[in-house]
Protein backbone atom coordinates (compact mmCIF):
# COMPACT_ATOMS: atom_id res chain seq x y z
CA UNK A 1 0.00 0.00 0.00
CA UNK A 2 1.05 3.67 -0.57
CA UNK A 3 0.89 5.26 2.81
CA UNK A 4 1.63 8.78 3.81
CA UNK A 5 3.03 9.98 7.21
CA UNK A 6 2.55 13.38 8.18
CA UNK A 7 4.06 14.55 10.82
CA UNK A 8 7.90 13.23 11.38
CA UNK A 9 8.22 12.88 15.08
CA UNK A 10 8.39 10.09 17.60
CA UNK A 11 4.97 8.61 16.69
CA UNK A 12 5.05 9.49 13.16
CA UNK A 13 8.66 8.27 12.40
CA UNK A 14 8.25 4.73 14.48
CA UNK A 15 5.03 4.46 12.41
CA UNK A 16 6.86 4.70 9.34
CA UNK A 17 9.65 2.94 10.25
CA UNK A 18 7.17 -0.48 10.95
CA UNK A 19 5.25 -0.07 8.07
CA UNK A 20 7.86 0.19 5.32
CA UNK A 21 10.03 -2.69 7.05
CA UNK A 22 6.58 -4.99 6.05
CA UNK A 23 6.99 -3.60 2.62
CA UNK A 24 4.58 -0.58 2.48
CA UNK A 25 5.54 2.44 0.68
CA UNK A 26 6.27 5.27 2.85
CA UNK A 27 6.15 8.93 1.53
CA UNK A 28 6.50 11.37 4.55
CA UNK A 29 4.91 15.32 4.87
CA UNK A 30 7.12 17.43 7.26
CA UNK A 31 6.82 21.24 7.15
CA UNK A 32 9.94 21.23 8.97
CA UNK A 33 12.84 20.68 6.19
CA UNK A 34 15.62 19.36 8.83
CA UNK A 35 13.18 16.29 10.23
CA UNK A 36 12.49 15.59 6.42
CA UNK A 37 16.06 15.38 5.97
CA UNK A 38 16.71 13.45 9.26
CA UNK A 39 13.92 11.36 8.32
CA UNK A 40 15.27 10.51 5.03
CA UNK A 41 18.92 10.19 6.40
CA UNK A 42 17.49 7.86 9.43
CA UNK A 43 15.65 5.72 6.51
CA UNK A 44 12.49 5.95 8.40
CA UNK A 45 10.55 7.12 4.58
CA UNK A 46 11.39 6.15 1.23
CA UNK A 47 10.61 10.21 -0.08
CA UNK A 48 9.16 13.17 1.15
CA UNK A 49 7.14 15.10 -0.57
CA UNK A 50 4.03 18.69 -0.24
CA UNK A 51 0.95 17.22 1.72
CA UNK A 52 -0.61 17.61 -1.62
CA UNK A 53 1.14 15.37 -3.76
CA UNK A 54 1.55 12.91 -1.28
CA UNK A 55 -1.77 12.79 -0.08
CA UNK A 56 -3.66 12.50 -3.69
CA UNK A 57 -1.31 9.18 -4.29
CA UNK A 58 -2.39 7.12 -1.22
CA UNK A 59 -4.58 4.55 0.14
CA UNK A 60 -3.75 5.28 4.02
CA UNK A 61 -2.75 8.77 5.48
CA UNK A 62 -1.49 8.83 9.10
CA UNK A 63 -1.26 12.04 10.81
CA UNK A 64 0.53 12.63 13.92
CA UNK A 65 1.25 16.22 14.87
CA UNK A 66 0.38 17.70 17.80
CA UNK A 67 -3.51 17.66 18.54
CA UNK A 68 -4.20 21.51 17.96
CA UNK A 69 -3.11 21.23 14.47
CA UNK A 70 -5.09 18.30 13.56
CA UNK A 71 -8.05 19.48 12.22
CA UNK A 72 -6.76 21.54 9.76
CA UNK A 73 -4.31 19.28 8.46
CA UNK A 74 -7.12 16.67 8.14
CA UNK A 75 -9.32 18.71 6.24
CA UNK A 76 -6.59 19.82 4.31
CA UNK A 77 -5.73 16.50 3.86
CA UNK A 78 -9.38 14.87 3.26
CA UNK A 79 -9.51 17.67 -0.02
CA UNK A 80 -6.67 15.34 -1.70
CA UNK A 81 -7.41 11.94 -0.47
CA UNK A 82 -8.57 9.67 -3.22
CA UNK A 83 -12.03 8.48 -2.90
CA UNK A 84 -11.27 4.90 -1.13
CA UNK A 85 -8.48 6.68 1.16
CA UNK A 86 -8.15 6.67 4.60
CA UNK A 87 -7.09 9.33 6.95
CA UNK A 88 -6.38 8.48 10.33
CA UNK A 89 -4.78 10.18 13.35
CA UNK A 90 -2.65 9.52 16.34
CA UNK A 91 -3.47 11.92 19.12
CA UNK A 92 -3.66 11.75 22.67
CA UNK A 93 -7.23 13.71 22.85
CA UNK A 94 -10.29 12.56 20.83
CA UNK A 95 -13.10 14.54 21.78
CA UNK A 96 -12.46 17.91 20.08
CA UNK A 97 -11.21 16.31 16.58
CA UNK A 98 -14.06 14.67 16.38
CA UNK A 99 -16.26 17.33 17.04
CA UNK A 100 -14.27 19.50 14.70
CA UNK A 101 -14.73 17.05 12.43
CA UNK A 102 -18.85 16.46 12.29
CA UNK A 103 -20.84 16.79 9.67
CA UNK A 104 -17.89 16.85 7.30
CA UNK A 105 -18.96 15.63 4.03
CA UNK A 106 -16.36 12.91 4.46
CA UNK A 107 -16.29 12.04 7.79
CA UNK A 108 -16.37 8.85 7.15
CA UNK A 109 -13.12 8.50 5.30
CA UNK A 110 -11.37 9.66 8.81
CA UNK A 111 -10.88 7.21 11.90
CA UNK A 112 -9.90 8.60 14.95
CA UNK A 113 -7.55 6.76 16.97
CA UNK A 114 -4.88 6.36 19.38
CA UNK A 115 -2.10 3.96 19.63
CA UNK A 116 -1.30 4.09 23.35
CA UNK A 117 3.08 3.95 22.85
CA UNK A 118 5.10 6.83 23.46
CA UNK A 119 8.40 7.85 25.22
CA UNK A 120 9.75 10.78 26.62
CA UNK A 121 11.32 11.35 23.54
CA UNK A 122 10.42 13.64 20.24
CA UNK A 123 11.64 13.84 16.97
CA UNK A 124 12.69 11.74 13.98
CA UNK A 125 15.46 10.21 15.55
CA UNK A 126 13.31 9.45 18.53
CA UNK A 127 11.70 7.06 16.31
CA UNK A 128 12.31 3.55 16.44
CA UNK A 129 11.03 0.59 15.41
CA UNK A 130 9.18 -2.15 17.45
CA UNK A 131 7.61 0.88 19.41
CA UNK A 132 3.71 -0.58 18.72
CA UNK A 133 4.25 -4.06 19.49
CA UNK A 134 2.03 -5.25 22.06
CA UNK A 135 0.53 -1.86 22.77
CA UNK A 136 -2.93 -0.85 22.31
CA UNK A 137 -4.47 0.58 19.58
CA UNK A 138 -7.71 2.78 20.08
CA UNK A 139 -10.50 3.96 17.72
CA UNK A 140 -12.86 6.21 18.84
CA UNK A 141 -16.47 7.41 17.89
CA UNK A 142 -15.74 4.15 15.34
CA UNK A 143 -19.95 4.56 13.77
CA UNK A 144 -18.66 7.94 12.00
CA UNK A 145 -16.09 6.07 10.29
CA UNK A 146 -17.22 3.71 7.27
CA UNK A 147 -17.03 0.16 8.09
CA UNK A 148 -13.64 -0.27 5.28
CA UNK A 149 -11.96 2.29 6.79
CA UNK A 150 -12.20 1.42 10.07
CA UNK A 151 -11.22 -2.32 9.04
CA UNK A 152 -8.30 -0.58 7.18
CA UNK A 153 -7.14 1.00 10.37
CA UNK A 154 -7.36 -1.53 12.24
CA UNK A 155 -5.69 -3.90 10.25
CA UNK A 156 -2.35 -1.70 10.02
CA UNK A 157 -2.55 -1.84 13.52
CA UNK A 158 -2.89 -5.72 13.93
CA UNK A 159 0.41 -5.62 10.99
CA UNK A 160 2.66 -3.67 13.57
CA UNK A 161 1.54 -5.69 16.68
CA UNK A 162 -0.98 -3.76 18.42
CA UNK A 163 -3.97 -4.70 20.26
CA UNK A 164 -7.14 -3.37 19.41
CA UNK A 165 -10.16 -1.19 21.20
CA UNK A 166 -13.06 0.65 20.50
CA UNK A 167 -13.94 3.40 22.81
CA UNK A 168 -15.94 6.60 22.24
CA UNK A 169 -14.08 9.63 22.28
CA UNK A 170 -15.37 11.42 25.63
CA UNK A 171 -14.76 8.13 28.24
CA UNK A 172 -11.42 8.07 25.92
CA UNK A 173 -10.61 11.86 26.98
CA UNK A 174 -11.93 11.18 30.50
CA UNK A 175 -9.81 7.99 31.14
CA UNK A 176 -6.84 9.27 29.64
CA UNK A 177 -6.83 12.77 31.83
CA UNK A 178 -6.16 10.12 34.33
CA UNK A 179 -4.06 7.43 33.51
CA UNK A 180 -1.91 9.89 31.02
CA UNK A 181 -2.10 13.43 31.37
CA UNK A 182 -2.40 13.91 35.12
CA UNK A 183 0.88 11.57 35.15
CA UNK A 184 2.81 14.08 32.64
CA UNK A 185 1.61 17.15 35.04
CA UNK A 186 2.66 15.32 38.57
CA UNK A 187 6.14 14.44 36.52
CA UNK A 188 6.48 17.91 34.99
CA UNK A 189 5.47 19.22 38.67
CA UNK A 190 7.96 17.37 40.56
CA UNK A 191 10.84 18.16 37.90
CA UNK A 192 9.88 22.30 38.06
CA UNK A 193 9.87 21.39 42.66
CA UNK A 194 12.97 20.42 42.53
CA UNK A 195 14.81 22.56 39.71
CA UNK A 196 13.27 25.48 41.72
CA UNK A 197 15.23 24.38 45.05
CA UNK A 198 18.37 23.51 42.68
CA UNK A 199 18.90 27.41 43.00
CA UNK A 200 19.34 27.29 46.65
CA UNK A 201 20.93 23.66 46.95
CA UNK A 202 23.36 23.21 44.47
CA UNK A 203 24.21 19.72 44.78
CA UNK A 204 20.66 18.75 45.10
CA UNK A 205 20.81 15.78 42.67
CA UNK A 206 23.95 14.29 43.57
CA UNK A 207 21.39 12.23 45.90
CA UNK A 208 18.77 11.53 43.19
CA UNK A 209 17.86 8.17 43.03
CA UNK A 210 16.48 5.78 40.49
CA UNK A 211 12.77 6.25 42.26
CA UNK A 212 13.09 9.99 41.59
CA UNK A 213 13.93 9.41 37.94
CA UNK A 214 11.48 6.94 37.12
CA UNK A 215 9.03 9.54 38.77
CA UNK A 216 10.16 12.53 36.71
CA UNK A 217 11.08 10.71 33.30
CA UNK A 218 8.09 12.11 31.80
CA UNK A 219 8.92 15.63 32.34
CA UNK A 220 11.48 15.25 29.34
CA UNK A 221 8.19 15.32 27.20
CA UNK A 222 7.62 17.77 24.53
CA UNK A 223 6.05 21.11 25.14
CA UNK A 224 4.61 21.28 21.63
CA UNK A 225 3.05 18.15 22.02
CA UNK A 226 1.71 18.35 25.89
CA UNK A 227 0.39 21.84 26.07
CA UNK A 228 -2.35 21.62 23.53
CA UNK A 229 -3.28 18.09 24.98
CA UNK A 230 -3.78 19.68 28.31
CA UNK A 231 -6.15 22.70 26.60
CA UNK A 232 -7.69 20.46 24.38
CA UNK A 233 -8.70 17.87 27.63
CA UNK A 234 -9.31 20.61 29.62
CA UNK A 235 -12.61 19.28 31.24
CA UNK A 236 -11.56 16.11 32.13
CA UNK A 237 -8.02 16.97 33.06
CA UNK A 238 -9.01 19.36 35.64
CA UNK A 239 -11.11 16.99 37.03
CA UNK A 240 -8.02 14.83 37.79
CA UNK A 241 -6.07 17.47 39.21
CA UNK A 242 -8.97 18.62 41.98
CA UNK A 243 -8.85 15.46 43.26
CA UNK A 244 -5.26 14.96 42.84
CA UNK A 245 -4.58 18.36 45.05
CA UNK A 246 -7.12 17.37 47.39
CA UNK A 247 -5.68 13.95 48.08
CA UNK A 248 -2.39 15.92 48.28
CA UNK A 249 -3.98 17.76 50.83
CA UNK A 250 -5.14 14.85 52.62
CA UNK A 251 -1.51 13.84 52.91
CA UNK A 252 -0.46 17.20 54.17
CA UNK A 253 -2.83 17.01 57.15
CA UNK A 254 -1.74 14.08 58.19
CA UNK A 255 1.90 14.73 58.22
CA UNK A 256 1.09 18.18 59.85
CA UNK A 257 -0.48 15.55 62.50
CA UNK A 258 2.45 13.42 62.65
CA UNK A 259 -0.16 10.96 61.83
CA UNK A 260 1.81 8.17 61.20
CA UNK A 261 -0.92 5.53 61.20
CA UNK A 262 -3.23 7.78 58.86
CA UNK A 263 -0.39 7.63 56.51
CA UNK A 264 -0.01 4.31 56.70
CA UNK A 265 -3.83 3.82 55.82
CA UNK A 266 -3.11 6.02 52.71
CA UNK A 267 0.24 4.17 51.19
CA UNK A 268 -1.29 0.94 52.06
CA UNK A 269 -4.27 1.68 49.84
CA UNK A 270 -2.38 3.16 46.84
CA UNK A 271 -0.22 -0.27 47.04
CA UNK A 272 -3.08 -1.46 45.79
CA UNK A 273 -1.95 -0.31 42.45
CA UNK A 274 0.44 -3.32 42.37
CA UNK A 275 -2.62 -5.87 41.34
CA UNK A 276 -3.14 -3.22 38.62
CA UNK A 277 0.33 -3.57 37.25
CA UNK A 278 0.49 -6.78 37.48
CA UNK A 279 -3.11 -7.27 35.65
CA UNK A 280 -1.64 -5.07 32.75
CA UNK A 281 2.20 -7.31 32.52
CA UNK B 1 34.67 -9.60 59.52
CA UNK B 2 31.86 -10.39 61.53
CA UNK B 3 29.00 -8.50 60.70
CA UNK B 4 25.68 -8.24 61.76
CA UNK B 5 22.36 -7.27 59.91
CA UNK B 6 19.31 -6.21 62.33
CA UNK B 7 16.44 -5.85 59.67
CA UNK B 8 16.41 -8.16 57.23
CA UNK B 9 14.35 -6.77 54.57
CA UNK B 10 15.32 -5.45 51.12
CA UNK B 11 18.40 -2.91 51.85
CA UNK B 12 19.24 -5.12 54.98
CA UNK B 13 19.11 -8.90 52.45
CA UNK B 14 20.66 -7.18 49.78
CA UNK B 15 23.76 -5.98 51.90
CA UNK B 16 24.04 -9.57 53.71
CA UNK B 17 24.05 -11.10 50.38
CA UNK B 18 26.63 -8.72 49.39
CA UNK B 19 29.40 -8.47 52.34
CA UNK B 20 28.47 -12.51 52.54
CA UNK B 21 29.65 -13.37 48.98
CA UNK B 22 33.06 -11.03 49.95
CA UNK B 23 33.51 -13.25 52.46
CA UNK B 24 32.34 -11.95 55.84
CA UNK B 25 30.34 -14.19 58.20
CA UNK B 26 26.96 -12.35 58.19
CA UNK B 27 24.81 -12.83 60.76
CA UNK B 28 21.11 -12.15 60.82
CA UNK B 29 18.73 -10.67 63.25
CA UNK B 30 14.87 -10.27 62.41
CA UNK B 31 11.87 -10.21 64.99
CA UNK B 32 9.76 -11.93 62.47
CA UNK B 33 10.25 -15.42 62.12
CA UNK B 34 8.78 -16.13 58.64
CA UNK B 35 11.86 -13.41 57.55
CA UNK B 36 14.38 -14.94 59.23
CA UNK B 37 13.50 -18.18 57.72
CA UNK B 38 13.50 -16.46 54.30
CA UNK B 39 16.84 -15.42 54.86
CA UNK B 40 18.41 -18.02 55.58
CA UNK B 41 15.80 -20.41 52.46
CA UNK B 42 17.17 -17.52 49.82
CA UNK B 43 20.93 -17.54 51.23
CA UNK B 44 21.09 -14.00 52.43
CA UNK B 45 22.86 -14.56 56.07
CA UNK B 46 24.85 -17.73 57.22
CA UNK B 47 22.98 -17.68 61.25
CA UNK B 48 19.91 -15.80 62.38
CA UNK B 49 20.41 -15.06 65.91
CA UNK B 50 18.85 -13.34 68.69
CA UNK B 51 20.20 -9.13 69.06
CA UNK B 52 22.15 -9.53 72.14
CA UNK B 53 24.31 -12.63 71.15
CA UNK B 54 24.90 -11.85 67.53
CA UNK B 55 26.11 -7.49 68.11
CA UNK B 56 28.23 -9.05 71.08
CA UNK B 57 30.39 -11.10 68.93
CA UNK B 58 30.20 -8.34 65.99
CA UNK B 59 32.93 -6.04 64.57
CA UNK B 60 29.87 -4.27 62.31
CA UNK B 61 26.46 -3.97 62.77
CA UNK B 62 24.27 -2.99 60.31
CA UNK B 63 20.38 -1.24 61.37
CA UNK B 64 18.31 -1.64 58.66
CA UNK B 65 14.78 -1.51 60.04
CA UNK B 66 11.78 1.71 59.66
CA UNK B 67 13.04 4.87 60.93
CA UNK B 68 11.39 5.11 63.33
CA UNK B 69 12.19 1.80 65.16
CA UNK B 70 16.28 2.90 64.62
CA UNK B 71 17.06 4.98 68.04
CA UNK B 72 15.75 2.37 70.21
CA UNK B 73 17.57 -0.51 68.41
CA UNK B 74 20.91 1.25 68.05
CA UNK B 75 20.58 2.29 71.90
CA UNK B 76 19.89 -1.46 72.78
CA UNK B 77 22.83 -2.23 70.12
CA UNK B 78 25.12 -0.28 71.58
CA UNK B 79 25.23 -1.84 75.10
CA UNK B 80 26.29 -4.99 73.75
CA UNK B 81 28.86 -3.90 70.62
CA UNK B 82 32.35 -4.97 71.47
CA UNK B 83 34.97 -2.16 72.64
CA UNK B 84 36.23 -1.74 68.88
CA UNK B 85 32.83 -2.41 67.26
CA UNK B 86 30.80 -0.08 64.44
CA UNK B 87 27.02 0.50 63.95
CA UNK B 88 25.88 1.91 61.32
CA UNK B 89 22.13 2.37 59.87
CA UNK B 90 20.49 2.97 56.52
CA UNK B 91 17.95 4.65 56.82
CA UNK B 92 16.51 7.79 54.48
CA UNK B 93 16.26 10.17 57.30
CA UNK B 94 19.33 11.55 59.27
CA UNK B 95 18.50 14.54 61.81
CA UNK B 96 16.08 12.75 63.86
CA UNK B 97 18.46 10.03 64.55
CA UNK B 98 21.36 11.98 65.27
CA UNK B 99 19.31 14.00 67.94
CA UNK B 100 18.38 11.45 69.63
CA UNK B 101 21.41 9.87 69.91
CA UNK B 102 22.57 12.91 70.55
CA UNK B 103 25.52 12.96 73.91
CA UNK B 104 24.86 9.34 74.04
CA UNK B 105 28.14 7.69 75.89
CA UNK B 106 28.83 5.38 72.79
CA UNK B 107 27.57 7.97 70.09
CA UNK B 108 31.39 7.88 68.57
CA UNK B 109 30.92 4.25 67.68
CA UNK B 110 27.60 5.01 65.90
CA UNK B 111 27.57 6.33 61.73
CA UNK B 112 24.64 7.85 60.47
CA UNK B 113 24.81 6.35 57.14
CA UNK B 114 22.68 5.94 54.06
CA UNK B 115 23.07 4.22 50.69
CA UNK B 116 20.74 6.07 48.33
CA UNK B 117 19.69 2.77 46.89
CA UNK B 118 16.45 0.79 46.56
CA UNK B 119 13.22 -0.65 44.74
CA UNK B 120 9.71 -0.19 45.11
CA UNK B 121 9.44 -3.98 46.55
CA UNK B 122 10.18 -5.16 50.26
CA UNK B 123 10.96 -8.04 52.31
CA UNK B 124 14.03 -10.84 52.08
CA UNK B 125 12.40 -11.74 48.76
CA UNK B 126 12.94 -8.41 47.00
CA UNK B 127 16.44 -8.91 48.18
CA UNK B 128 19.05 -9.18 45.51
CA UNK B 129 23.10 -8.84 45.12
CA UNK B 130 24.34 -5.88 43.21
CA UNK B 131 21.69 -3.33 44.58
CA UNK B 132 24.16 -0.77 45.49
CA UNK B 133 26.96 -1.06 42.76
CA UNK B 134 27.60 2.33 41.56
CA UNK B 135 25.31 3.86 43.82
CA UNK B 136 25.84 6.96 46.68
CA UNK B 137 26.59 5.93 50.14
CA UNK B 138 26.08 9.04 52.60
CA UNK B 139 27.58 9.54 55.48
CA UNK B 140 26.09 12.09 57.90
CA UNK B 141 27.27 14.47 60.65
CA UNK B 142 31.07 12.57 60.13
CA UNK B 143 32.53 14.55 63.22
CA UNK B 144 30.26 12.32 65.96
CA UNK B 145 31.97 9.43 65.08
CA UNK B 146 34.85 8.13 65.43
CA UNK B 147 37.78 8.14 62.62
CA UNK B 148 38.09 4.55 62.62
CA UNK B 149 34.23 3.73 62.52
CA UNK B 150 33.60 6.36 59.93
CA UNK B 151 36.94 4.39 57.84
CA UNK B 152 34.98 1.11 58.58
CA UNK B 153 31.85 2.11 57.56
CA UNK B 154 33.16 3.97 54.14
CA UNK B 155 35.57 0.67 53.14
CA UNK B 156 32.30 -1.50 53.33
CA UNK B 157 30.06 0.71 51.11
CA UNK B 158 33.42 0.67 48.63
CA UNK B 159 33.82 -3.17 49.23
CA UNK B 160 30.22 -3.17 48.13
CA UNK B 161 31.01 -0.91 45.14
CA UNK B 162 29.43 2.40 46.23
CA UNK B 163 30.64 6.18 45.72
CA UNK B 164 30.91 8.28 48.79
CA UNK B 165 29.44 11.55 50.29
CA UNK B 166 29.28 12.91 53.24
CA UNK B 167 27.26 15.69 54.27
CA UNK B 168 25.62 16.96 57.42
CA UNK B 169 22.42 15.33 58.64
CA UNK B 170 20.15 18.69 58.08
CA UNK B 171 20.98 18.69 54.35
CA UNK B 172 20.71 15.35 53.80
CA UNK B 173 17.33 15.53 54.71
CA UNK B 174 16.08 18.59 53.05
CA UNK B 175 18.07 17.42 49.71
CA UNK B 176 16.78 13.91 50.16
CA UNK B 177 12.83 15.87 50.57
CA UNK B 178 13.17 17.08 47.41
CA UNK B 179 14.74 14.31 44.95
CA UNK B 180 12.98 11.31 46.94
CA UNK B 181 9.90 11.83 49.63
CA UNK B 182 8.42 14.17 47.44
CA UNK B 183 8.82 11.49 44.53
CA UNK B 184 7.11 9.12 46.82
CA UNK B 185 3.99 11.24 47.80
CA UNK B 186 3.34 12.02 44.12
CA UNK B 187 3.82 8.64 42.87
CA UNK B 188 1.51 7.44 46.18
CA UNK B 189 -1.19 10.38 45.13
CA UNK B 190 -1.01 9.35 41.43
CA UNK B 191 -2.14 6.04 42.35
CA UNK B 192 -4.86 7.03 44.75
CA UNK B 193 -6.09 9.48 42.17
CA UNK B 194 -6.82 6.42 39.39
CA UNK B 195 -8.23 3.85 42.00
CA UNK B 196 -10.00 6.10 42.98
CA UNK B 197 -11.84 7.08 39.93
CA UNK B 198 -11.99 3.51 38.68
CA UNK B 199 -14.90 2.77 40.92
CA UNK B 200 -16.98 4.64 38.48
CA UNK B 201 -14.67 3.78 35.29
CA UNK B 202 -14.22 0.06 35.59
CA UNK B 203 -11.41 -0.29 32.52
CA UNK B 204 -9.85 2.35 33.01
CA UNK B 205 -6.17 1.06 33.27
CA UNK B 206 -6.62 -1.04 29.89
CA UNK B 207 -5.52 2.22 28.45
CA UNK B 208 -2.48 3.45 30.26
CA UNK B 209 0.69 2.87 29.06
CA UNK B 210 4.68 2.94 30.32
CA UNK B 211 4.42 6.27 31.30
CA UNK B 212 1.87 5.99 34.34
CA UNK B 213 3.57 2.66 35.26
CA UNK B 214 6.80 4.63 35.47
CA UNK B 215 4.97 7.58 37.72
CA UNK B 216 3.16 5.54 39.80
CA UNK B 217 6.23 2.92 40.47
CA UNK B 218 7.14 4.13 43.57
CA UNK B 219 3.12 3.49 44.77
CA UNK B 220 3.93 0.41 45.51
CA UNK B 221 6.61 1.20 48.25
CA UNK B 222 5.84 -0.09 51.90
CA UNK B 223 3.41 1.80 54.14
CA UNK B 224 6.05 0.85 57.51
CA UNK B 225 8.42 2.37 55.84
CA UNK B 226 7.80 5.44 53.98
CA UNK B 227 5.41 6.41 56.94
CA UNK B 228 7.62 7.13 59.18
CA UNK B 229 10.01 8.67 56.98
CA UNK B 230 6.98 11.12 56.33
CA UNK B 231 7.12 11.77 59.78
CA UNK B 232 10.71 12.42 60.31
CA UNK B 233 11.27 14.58 58.07
CA UNK B 234 7.95 16.76 57.99
CA UNK B 235 9.96 20.10 58.32
CA UNK B 236 11.02 19.36 54.76
CA UNK B 237 8.87 17.23 53.37
CA UNK B 238 6.34 20.23 53.50
CA UNK B 239 8.01 22.57 52.29
CA UNK B 240 8.58 20.60 49.03
CA UNK B 241 5.05 19.44 48.88
CA UNK B 242 3.85 23.69 49.61
CA UNK B 243 6.18 24.14 46.75
CA UNK B 244 4.52 21.23 44.41
CA UNK B 245 1.19 22.44 45.26
CA UNK B 246 1.90 25.50 44.78
CA UNK B 247 2.94 24.61 41.06
CA UNK B 248 0.32 22.43 40.49
CA UNK B 249 -1.76 25.62 41.04
CA UNK B 250 -0.08 27.75 38.31
CA UNK B 251 -0.45 24.61 35.75
CA UNK B 252 -4.51 24.44 36.55
CA UNK B 253 -4.80 28.63 36.46
CA UNK B 254 -3.38 28.09 32.72
CA UNK B 255 -5.40 25.13 31.65
CA UNK B 256 -8.45 27.33 33.20
CA UNK B 257 -7.34 30.10 30.99
CA UNK B 258 -6.47 27.67 27.97
CA UNK B 259 -2.90 29.73 28.12
CA UNK B 260 -1.29 27.60 25.78
CA UNK B 261 1.80 29.48 25.24
CA UNK B 262 2.11 30.25 29.45
CA UNK B 263 1.69 25.90 29.26
CA UNK B 264 4.57 25.19 27.42
CA UNK B 265 6.95 27.62 28.79
CA UNK B 266 6.32 25.97 31.89
CA UNK B 267 6.61 22.50 30.56
CA UNK B 268 10.28 23.70 28.58
CA UNK B 269 10.70 24.99 32.18
CA UNK B 270 10.77 21.21 33.24
CA UNK B 271 12.42 20.10 30.49
CA UNK B 272 15.72 21.38 32.22
CA UNK B 273 15.33 18.12 34.04
CA UNK B 274 17.19 16.18 31.06
CA UNK B 275 20.18 17.80 31.70
CA UNK B 276 20.20 17.03 35.04
CA UNK B 277 19.25 13.47 34.36
CA UNK B 278 21.70 13.24 31.52
CA UNK B 279 24.88 14.68 33.79
CA UNK B 280 24.24 11.53 36.57
CA UNK B 281 24.22 8.72 34.00
Known amino acids: MNISIIGLGLIGGSMALDLKMLGHRVVGVDNNPFHQREALDL???D????????????????????????PAIIKEALKHLPQEGVIFDVGSTKQQICKELEGHPRRNRFVAAHPIAGTEYSGPSAAHSGLFFSKLGIICDVEQSAPDAVNKVEDLFVQI????????????????AYV?????LSSFTLGLTVLDIEKDESSIFDMAGSGFASTVRLAKSSPEMWAPIMVENSKHLLEALDSYIEILNQFKKKILNNDEEGLKEMIKDANRIRTVLERKN
Chains 1, 2 share one sequence.
Open 43 to 45: GLV
Open 161 to 176: GMELKRIGSEEHDKHL
Open 180 to 184: SHISH
Open 47 to 70: QCLPLEQAVSASDIVVVAVPVGSM
